[in-house]
């Protein structure tokens, strides 16, 4: 069974002559998943640890960027969002409209977490995923009633059930339309400052503590979607998504595996939320409204979805767009129409998105072997 | 005054809330019905309707508009709001068919995410379009001068006309579109199509020009929603959106494809939101603080869906579950 679904596209028949080819690349590549971990977790540590300084305050590249610090720790926190919601749309093919209520959620229980029970950063996290992954576990166990079309519809419905409850009958808990002013985030472990700047020469890297703390986050968010991914677990998510109805009838369990996939990425986004929380001590309203869960939905579509690091490059490009070059005269105004000009573009002619663009492009230069052996589990 | 006329009150703006959300259901469940094509930019409809509403009924007037630049004084068209009643249906329908032919054609034969992806980001261009060319703010549609102002009814006393004719027009839509998929080889054809297209191509007819007239109905009908029931609320790029939501839990609650379904379900949302809002109902006290029953009028429709949902996951008339 698990070999059946092991390597989905490479069984659509077009390769099926080769035989035993398949197989010895198979197996072949199954002993390095080991070390394809060691290169992910390398790649990300040294990304997320040049990225704020290229951005920021490189010589030349981050005047023509125009970039600066706080974005780029915006960027992580909605990295770790995106990558979970990958994991539902991209992986197992579920189109989820109501993220906004995981990410926004989180973002009220880590906001009232910290003004009333404890203000240690970790602490606000985890109340703030544990709310995102209860309330996904409802939202879904309703949702994935219907499937298809009307699950993005339900998940839709549902999450805004939560922003009309935030803004007004829930207004003593989460202050309405002000947003929750009242955050309060206390030192990391009780000594170490998230507002300080590190010590030189990690300063010229990193500048404050918080950018660590986020980028943490953000490695182990991408570690744990990979080893995921690369698990028995992940390749039901992809049975799923090439065909429900194949995967249930090998004997799976469909149902409980979607909720999973799920909850696990209600739980993303939960982290995200509560970083937001923590890196901005403000929680809006409108981070409840369905325009948040269309963004995700557009940044992780844009960049590519069924990839890693496609999510990461459609945050980044979207909430760059959005705060740079919305700045500028010329085009500045129109941001958001030519995003969306983009994105029906992206949608109809590059389904694979900015991503698989370049995994084209680079399979083109490399010759050979073309992007879709590897199943996109890259 | 009393509890039986407030009861008809509540029953009246109900009925004119559900008004608007039938007649965006409608055409939203018959597309998906019979086309399996999911059109979340099925509000952008509503919001180009709402605004070339608003510019025909403000060009077509006799103090400061067009007609006065081309020199019509005394023509007496003192109400621009007909026309705009009249064309901006016509208008959006050929906005539907062209829709149909090249947005949802080339997507029959994708994935439903694919469908719902590309219209919804045809949803935000039509949004930032308006946007950009009439600026974010909210402007006044006024109401049609024979239209504004109170009516006397019986029992209840005095109710904004405007209301009462926003019933009243969708109540003769919803006749006509009822007859023509009931009544005409049209809506037959149509019907056939949503049961087993398959057999209706074999039988010799060609499925593809009744798809894209009712395409362009169902696009229509958003449209006249955005005309009549704009002057209800204020024009700004967001209301399309706003509609859309409500829109498609009316077709989750009534069932897909049947219009039966979409009014009664429209109707259902319409009251439930009328009741808390306006229900003579005392406030409740939680933990210390006065919540209001209106304060749970949004909550509510989404309550009522789930509980829908939870007992019939197919619709109130939908028949089978499909997806």
Not at chain 2, 100 to 118: G, K, W
Not at chain 2, 189 to 215: N, S
């Amino acid at each position: 069974m698990s070999d059946e679904v092991q390597n989905p596209d490479a069984n659509d028949g077009g390769d099926a002559p080769e035989g035993t080819a398949g197989y010895v690349e198979r197996y072949r590549r199954r002993g390095t998943t080991a070390n394809n971990e060691l290169l992910v977790a390398v790649t990300a540590v040294v990304a997320v640890s040049i990225f704020p300084w290229l951005f920021a305050d490189a010589p030349v590249i981050s005047d023509v960027l125009g970039g600066y610090r706080g974005l780029a720790t915006l960027m992580l926190i909605w990295a770790i969002f995106a990558i979970g919601f990958d994991l539902l749309l991209g992986y197992t093919g579920l189109l989820s409209f109501g993220h906004a209520a995981f990410w926004g959620g989180a973002a009220y229980a880590a906001g009232i977490f910290s003004a009333e029970v404890s203000s240690e950063p970790l602490l606000i996290v985890l109340a703030g995923t544990t709310f995102a992954v209860l309330f996904a576990w409802v939202l879904g166990f309703l949702s994935l009633r219907r499937g298809g079309i009307y699950f993005s519809i339900l998940t839709l419905a549902f999450a805004q059930m939560l922003f009309y409850m935030a803004s007004s009958p829930l207004a003593f808990l989460t202050n309405g339309e002000n947003g929750f002013t009242s955050v309060e985030v206390g030192p990391l472990l009780g000594v170490i400052h998230l507002d300080e700047l590190l010590v030189y020469p990690l300063d010229i890297l990193y500048g404050e503590m918080l950018y660590v703390f986020v980028a943490t986050f953000a490695v182990l968010a991408l570690l744990t979607a990979y080893r995921v991914l690369n698990s028995p677990y992940g390749t039901v998510f992809r049975a799923i998504r090439e065909n429900e109805q194949r995967a249930e009838f090998v004997g799976l369990n469909v149902w409980r595996y979607k909720l999973m996939s799920f909850v696990l990425s209600g739980a993303f986004a939960g982290v995200a939320g509560s970083l937001f929380t923590i890196h901005g001590q403000y929680v809006p309203l409108e981070s409840l409204f369905w325009t948040e869960s269309g963004e995700i939905v557009i940044m992780t579509v844009l960049g590519g979805v069924g990839s890693l690091f496609g999510p990461v490059l459609g945050v980044v490009v979207y909430l760059y767009v959005e705060n740079v070059v919305s700045g500028f005269e010329t085009i500045g105004p129109f941001w958001h129409l030519i995003l969306g000009v983009v994105f029906v573009v992206v949608v109809a002619v590059f389904p694979r998105g900015i991503w698989g663009i370049i995994e084209d492009g680079y399979a083109r230069v490399a010759g050979g072997e073309t992007a879709a052996d590897d199943g996109g589990e890259r | 005054m009393s509890l039986a006329a407030d009861l008809l009150r509540v029953f009246l703006n109900g009925l004119q809330t559900g008004a608007i959300y039938i007649l965006v259901a409608i055409g939203l469940s018959i597309i998906l019905g019979t086309l399996r094509f999911v059109n979340f930019a099925h509000g952008a409809l509503y919001l180009i309707g709402a605004y070339a509403g608003l510019l025909i009924t403000l060009e077509v007037n006799l103090s400061n508009g067009l007609l006065r630049e081309w020199g019509f004084e005394t023509i007496g068209l003192g109400w621009g709001f007909l026309p705009a009643l009249i064309i901006v249906p016509l208008f959006v329908f050929v906005i539907g068919l062209a829709m149909e032919r090249f947005v949802a054609r080339p997507f029959y034969d994708r994935p439903d995410t694919d469908q719902i992806l590309v219209t919804f980001g045809l949803a935000i261009i039509a949004q930032e379009l308006f946007r950009v060319l009439f600026g974010g703010q909210s402007i006044n549609f006024a109401r049609p001068g024979w239209a504004s102002g109170p009516v006397s009814l019986p029992i209840i006393g005095n109710f904004p006309k405007w209301r009462l004719y926003v019933i009243i027009i969708t109540g003769i839509l919803v006749a006509i579109v009822w007859l023509l998929v009931e009544y005409t080889d049209f809506g037959l054809i149509v019907r056939a199509g949503t049961r087993d297209p398959e057999m209706v191509e074999l039988l010799g007819i060609k499925l593809t020009r009744p798809y894209i007239v009712m395409f362009g109905i169902g696009a229509a009908l958003a449209g006249v929603a955005g005309v009549v029931g704009a002057p209800l609320e204020n024009v700004n790029p967001n209301i399309g959106t706003g509609v859309l939501v409500p829109a498609f839990l009316v077709v989750v609650i009534g069932g897909v494809g049947s219009i039966r379904g979409a009014v009664v379900g429209g109707v259902l949302l319409g009251m439930v939101f009328s009741v808390l809002v306006g229900a003579p109902l005392p406030s409740i006290d939680i933990l210390g603080t006065q919540i209001t029953w209106s304060a749970w009028a949004q909550v509510g429709i989404y309550a009522l869906a789930a509980v829908v949902l939870l007992v019939r996951p197919e619709g109130l008339f939908g028949e089978e579950v499909t997806g």
